[in-house]
């Protein structure tokens, strides 16, 4: 199986290829987009800001690569965001797999939001993780809605995981997550 990891500068492409390491798995970081198009499984992680990230995705000409890839992809934090129509962080358009916007945390909520939180399964469309706790680090976030499949709460409901078609995608970070983030990166794996 070839995994790639997108590499498009933002954040913790190497968390994530060692996390995929300890399950057995190598991967290729890369931002080829041959290489991304001809992979079986992609990742497609972030940590940063959304309008910085984004400029680069249109500089290495990535967008329309993520958007009609037909593979399993795997979103993880900010890719997850970035996967979404717009972003109130720099008031920039995404790549609108999802519709959904993504807005910053009210002002009287502590942000970022850190640490670890316990997720709610709403569909079981990705798997039954009910309960669960995951690491989570953001200031944004994606307000429930129909391609919800886990919801977490930080003064009111977000998005933890959402799911269309052959895109899935993660608020949290699995790679960080303990016993749970590898059950599910595994479950990437599998699917």
Not at 41 to 52: D, E, L, N, Q
Not at 171 to 191: C, D, I, M, T, Y
């Amino acid at each position: 199986m070839q995994l790639v990891i997108i590499d498009y500068g933002a954040g913790n492409v190497q968390s994530v290829q060692n996390a995929f390491a300890r399950l057995g798995l190598e991967s290729i970081v890369t931002a080829d987009r041959n290489i991304i198009g001809a992979a079986d499984k992609v990742v497609f992680p972030g940590v940063g800001h959304a309008k910085s990230a984004m400029e680069q995705i249109h500089k290495l000409e990535l967008a329309d690569t993520i958007r009609t890839l037909k593979q399993p992809v795997l979103g993880i934090c900010l890719g997850m965001q970035l996967m979404c129509s717009w972003s109130e962080e720099g008031g920039v358009e995404g790549l609108g797999i999802f519709d959904a916007k993504v807005l910053r945390f009210p002002n009287e909520l502590k942000v970022p939001q850190v640490g670890w939180n316990r997720v709610q399964q709403v569909s079981d469309a990705y798997g039954s993780f009910d309960k669960e706790h995951f690491y989570f680090v953001h200031s944004y976030y994606v307000p429930v809605n129909e391609a919800t499949v886990m919801q977490c709460e930080y003064g009111l409901p977000f998005s933890a995981g959402m799911r269309k078609d052959n895109f899935t995608a993660m608020q949290f970070h699995p790679e960080k997550s303990g016993v749970a983030g590898e059950r599910l990166l595994k479950q990437f794996l599998n699917n």
